[in-house]
């Protein structure tokens, strides 16, 4: 149903030189769309046009003028006065910008070992010690991401924790910043109590739909309707859709 | 020199102790959090040029089309619709609301003469436009997106009028999770989550991806015959264009979709009723009308005295049933309608459906909406004129639109009787100008053919021009007397051809 050879064979014939043959796609839709034929003609005729112009000669102190009000530019620029100041203010910058990445990077390395000590001093739960043994290989197959708390105390199996988590858990984190870029972006469909939609692009209608309509007592309008529309907003009013629910 | 470099050391420590303190303060930025909703997907409705003039058709008071954008193409789509949709429990089934969907069948207002009994055996796609060629013009255009932003193709299997929802299938069974829809129960206050697909990027390439909206349920009204009619969402940013959108609990179980939006609170059609819609169309492999009537009314219990008396009832009479209200008052029957045919007339008071007895409209359009179209229902009348109660046999009749608008009638029958949408056929007349932009001449350009016609076996086809008919412009052909047949002269892409079209006895 979608027609977008249009696009593609006027695309082509954009890139064609002048008197170059089109492929046999473009021959054949130009024999069937009469506006692409069109677009077609005017552009050839376009072109004969331009090509039958003669050449034009530039006067002999072209060059001269041209660097002269070049020159004359750059001398009378602000930006020259002020040069000296905005590369001290750049340099400056550039410091600030420096010393505040270095301190989120240390932040970073300095906050790991806090954030597995408050995982550490959180309450212990009860578990029964078949099932952690259990869920350990389990863990190692599938590859997710673990941590074991080594200092365990006097009973290994109520201390050993094991921590599963498909993603970080962003609430338990008092970062900056984190690095996703090792993770796959979330999806709506992904399981787990959050979930962050990823974008998704639409292939949107690509002709326009304007046009001049006649009512019934003669009267002329021009309707625009817009390509694309999120939700029940209908396009065109006096639908029936929300009529009065008072019809049986 | 010295005080100035003093002043510029202490700026520059100043400042990145602020940093170091900022980031020290400022939280993770956090991702905007949605709980998984992975039932809920996007529903793609494209509408190529010729469709667009079918709404417009039926929407606007149009007779002819004057001018047209510069390269436009009939067959091009112009316009693509994006709403969210339900995946049901079995992994292929999508129920949506989508806004456009009365231009993918008949113009509003025709009732359906006959009721098809269901096929044996599931229809392939196709069949809904059985004939080749036509099927690609008019097969509605569909693509679902699911959760993990994968395109899947999509079918139209029918319109649940009673629900104005449609029900699709996508090709691939299991592309969509399927998620165990339950009929959860709802209560007053409780939050809820409004998905759907939400505009990112305006400029191209469009990006869109799924929001929700926070509401929170202010009542739940029950159904007459037990469980939940319908329940009302308020939220802050609740507009009409968010109908259709899926309803989630906070435990990301469906709960409903939204179809309405009154006072600035969401109607939510509950699970049970989303789940009926699918059944009921999915049985028959195509669209299930609404039980149709034909009448307009009000519950007594909205009436006055003297709006009760207007219709022709006494004054004592009047004044006992306005000082017990009971029933629904008709206000208008439609000519032609099963009430009509019924004998029903302005001024009844039906009082109960099949022994049901009808307190408001809410129960009217609910016992109403129980029997099948083309069924027979039983109504206790009270009239004005008779003193008794009356018991009133009534065969139904079946609608595909929510509403009847019979403007389409006047518009398209000249003074002597003769309509092409008697014959099915529904034309947008061309001006010479527009139509050598089409590539053909002026007539009238075919946007519908009603598929159980004369006109469509004869293989007359949307996109079609009619140039003349029985030999005579179009525009002035008026026979006195009805001819046996029609003999169209048309024009499809550009080559002329006959097609003959054995007349629709009235």
Known sequence: MRKNNCELIRRELDELMLGEAHSSAATHHLRECASCREFHEQTTKLRHIVGSLGTVEAPADFDFRLRARLASQASSSVSSIYWPFARRGLALAAMVLLFATGAVVLRNILDKPASVNEVAQQPKVEQPPQKQVEELPVAKENGARTAVIANAGENDTQSIRKLSRPRPDYKKRSVAAMDFSSERANVIGEAGPVGVPAAFPIDASLQSFKVSLNDERGNEKTISVPTISFGSQRIVQGGNQFAPKRDW | ?506
């Not at chain 2, 029903?344 to 008071?349: K, Q, S």
């Not at chain 2, 009238?444 to 293989?459: K, R, S």
Request: aromatic residues 6%.
């Open chain 2, 1 to 506: 020199m010295t005080f100035s470099i003093s002043i510029r050391v202490i700026a520059l420590v100043s400042a990145l102790l602020c940093a170091v303190i900022a980031t020290a303060q400022t939280p993770a930025p956090s991702p905007k959090k949605l709980p998984a909703a992975p039932q809920v997907v996007t529903i793609i409705h494209r509408l190529n040029g010729l469709k667009m003039f079918r709404l417009l058709l039926r929407s606007e008071q149009v007779q002819s089309i004057a001018a047209l954008d510069s390269a436009f193409n009939l067959m091009d789509d112009v316009h693509t619709n994006v709403i969210a949709g339900l995946a049901m429990d079995d992994g292929e089934t999508i129920v949506a609301w989508l806004p456009e969907a009365e231009v993918e069948f008949g113009p509003p207002g025709v009732r359906l003469r006959t009721m098809p009994r269901p096929p044996k055996a599931p229809r392939a796609p196709t069949q809904m436009f059985p004939r080749a060629g036509s099927d690609l013009l008019d097969a509605p255009d569909l693509t679902v997106i699911g959760p993990d932003g994968k395109s899947l193709a999509a079918r139209y299997i029918g319109l649940d009028a009673v629900t104005g929802l449609s029900i699709l299938k996508v090709e691939n069974k299991n592309a969509v999770p399927a998620s165990a829809i339950h009929d959860e129960l709802v209560n007053t206050g409780e939050t809820v989550l409004l998905f759907g697909p939400e505009q990112v990027t305006k400029t191209r390439p469009v990006l869109a991806r799924m929001g929700a909206l926070e509401g929170r349920v202010q009542d739940v009204l029950p159904a007459p015959s037990g469980g939940i009619a319908r329940f009302k969402v308020s939220g802050p940013r609740l507009s009409q264009a968010n109908i259709g959108r899926v309803a989630v609990n906070q435990a990301g179980e469906t709960v409903g979709i939204i179809d309405g939006l009154e006072g600035g609170e969401a109607s939510i059609l509950p699970v049970a009723l989303i789940k009926r819609a699918a059944q009921r169309v999915l049985e028959r492999q195509a669209s299930v009308p609404r039980p149709w009537l034909g009448v307009q009314g009000e519950a007594v219990a909205e009436l006055k005295v003297d709006q009760i008396l207007n219709h022709g009832w006494e004054l004592n009479r009047a004044a006992a049933l306005a000082g017990k209200p009971r029933g629904v008052m008709l206000t208008w029957i439609v000519p032609g309608s099963p009430a009509e045919l019924a004998a029903l007339r302005v001024g009844d008071v039906i009082l109960k459906i099949d022994d049901k007895d009808i307190q408001t409209a809410a129960d009217f359009t609910w016992w109403l909406e129980q029997a099948r179209p083309s069924s027979s229902v039983e109504f206790t009348v009270a009239r004005p004129d008779r003193l008794a109660e009356e018991p009133l046999n009534v065969k139904l009749s079946g609608m595909l639109d929510r509403s009847f608008n019979f403007k389409w009638r006047s518009r398209f029958t000249p003074p002597k009787g003769f309509s092409l949408m008697d014959q099915g056929i529904e034309t947008i007349a061309l001006k010479p100008l527009v139509a050598s932009q089409l590539g053909t001449t002026a007539g009238l350009l075919v946007v519908y053919v009603d598929p159980v016609t004369a006109a469509f076996e004869a293989g007359l086809e949307p996109g079609d021009v009619i140039q003349t008919i029985n030999g005579k412009p179009v525009l002035a052909f008026k026979p006195t007397t009805q001819p046996a047949s029609f003999k169209f002269e048309i024009v499809r892409k550009k080559e002329k051809r006959i097609v003959t079209v054995p007349a629709k006895k009235k």
